[in-house]
């Protein structure tokens, strides 16, 4: 079992910046692949970011690539996602979520992640 909790969503104006992060316990941190989703009212869950377990390979979706920076800390049991440059299009729920199977690095569909934090909302307004 994992737990993760979320924090740090807020409502921001296109070109500003947040940080979000993700406090997870249950398992040792070091050995979970992690990723960030996010979803926008009436649309499917959609693939922000990905991390391996050492935190040493990361993968973006197009959308965000260059803007956003996925990191975990795991002495601190934390993933972090930092958003600059932010847009309208950016605005949704956002998860953190676990991948427990043997990976190099958790993929971009949502159905392959095992656990998901509550969500935390972002706002970026025009």
């Known amino acids: 079992q994992v737990q993760l909790v979320e924090s740090g969503g807020g409502s921001v104006q296109a070109g500003g910046s947040l940080s979000l992060s993700c406090a997870a316990s249950?398992?040792?941190?070091?050995?979970?692949?992690m990723a960030w989703f996010r979803q926008a009212p009436g649309k499917e869950r959609d693939f922000v970011a990905s991390?391996?377990?050492?935190?040493?390979?990361?993968v973006y979706a197009d959308s965000v690539k260059g803007r956003f920076t996925i990191s975990k800390n795991n002495a601190q049991n934390t993933l972090y996602l930092q958003m600059t440059s932010l847009k309208p299009e950016d605005t949704a729920v956002y998860y953190c979520?676990?991948?427990?199977?043997?990976?190099?690095?958790?993929?971009?569909?949502?159905?392959?992640?095992?656990?998901w934090g509550q969500g935390t909302q972002v706002t970026v307004s025009s």
């Open positions: 979520a676990v991948d427990l199977a043997l990976r190099s690095i958790g993929t971009a569909r949502w159905g392959d992640y095992d656990y």
């Open positions: 991390i391996s377990r050492s935190g040493r390979s990361t």
């Open positions: 249950g398992r040792t941190f070091n050995t979970l692949n």
